[in-house]
T-cell receptor, first 113, second 115 residues
Framework: EDQVTQSPEALRLQEGESSSLNCSYT??????LFWYRQDPGKGPEFLFT???AGEEKEKERLKATLTKKESFLHITAPKPEDSATYLC??????????????FGAGTRLAVHP | SQTIHQWPATLVQPVGSPLSLECTVE??????LYWYRQAAGRGLQLLFY??????ISSEVPQNLSASRPQDRQFILSSKKLLLSDSGFYLC??????????????FGEGSRLTVL
């Protein structure tokens, strides 16, 4: 069964303190791994798609990497506006004729000044 | 550019009352459409998806139903709400690609509280 586990559940950082969020996955053939950002009371906002091990994507202070078993979201010199819940999701090769994504529970990030 | 609208944003309903949440997508044609539910501390759970008008697939048995009366309109309904239906409901769309890979784009969500 396809599964996604994110750690830690919550992370508190000081402004400028770099860190990484982890997404471990089990899937019967990876079609894609997705990172989303979700602000309280809002819908998730798409950040990145990674398709194969070794791939990396960057956006401002965020960098996503992918291995065969996990993905990391690296946050460099975070600012308070980076505070949000970060969701990881995977799509398997045998997900059917639609984008069936399996989501993790997310990591709640709080960045304090 | 594509946009997705979802309403109402907040809803408080008594047990046993009906429910209708609506979602429309603009700027694209023949999208795949999805309804997700998000419970606190848990991942998003896919409830329904649709690849075309009148084509609805259910992922989990429940007290809810979905309909797609138009290409870019998706409706989530219930005839009689249960307490366990409370949650944050999200509509999403994706492009109808041959390979069916690609990201989902979410609406702003609807917070449902059943009392």
């Amino acid at each position: 069964e396809d599964q996604v586990t994110q750690s830690p559940e919550a992370l508190r950082l000081q402004e400028g303190e770099s860190s990484s969020l982890n997404c471990s996955y089990t899937v019967s053939g990876l079609r894609g791994l997705f990172w989303y950002r979700q602000d309280p009371g809002k819908g998730p906002e798409f950040l990145f798609t990674l398709y194969s091990a070794g791939e990396e994507k960057e956006k401002e202070r965020l960098k996503a990497t992918l291995t065969k078993k996990e993905s990391f979201l690296h946050i460099t010199a975070p600012k308070p506006e980076d505070s949000a819940t970060y969701l990881c999701a995977v799509q398997g090769l045998f997900s059917g004729g639609y984008n069936k994504l399996i989501f993790g529970a997310g990591t709640r990030l709080a960045v304090h000044p | 550019s594509q946009t997705i609208h979802q309403w109402p944003a907040t809803l408080v309903q008594p047990v046993g009352s009906p429910l209708s949440l609506e979602c429309t997508v603009e700027g694209t044609s023949n999208p795949n459409l999805y309804w997700y539910r998000q419970a606190a501390g848990r991942g998003l759970q896919l409830l329904f998806y649709s690849v075309g008008i009148g084509q609805i697939s259910s992922e989990v048995p429940q007290n809810l139903s979905a309909s797609r009366p138009q290409d870019r309109q998706f409706i989530l309904s219930s005839k009689k709400l249960l307490l366990s239906d409370s949650g944050f409901y999200l509509c999403a769309w994706s492009e109808d690609r041959i390979t069916n890979t690609g990201e989902l784009f979410f609406g702003e969500g609807s917070r449902l509280t059943v009392l």
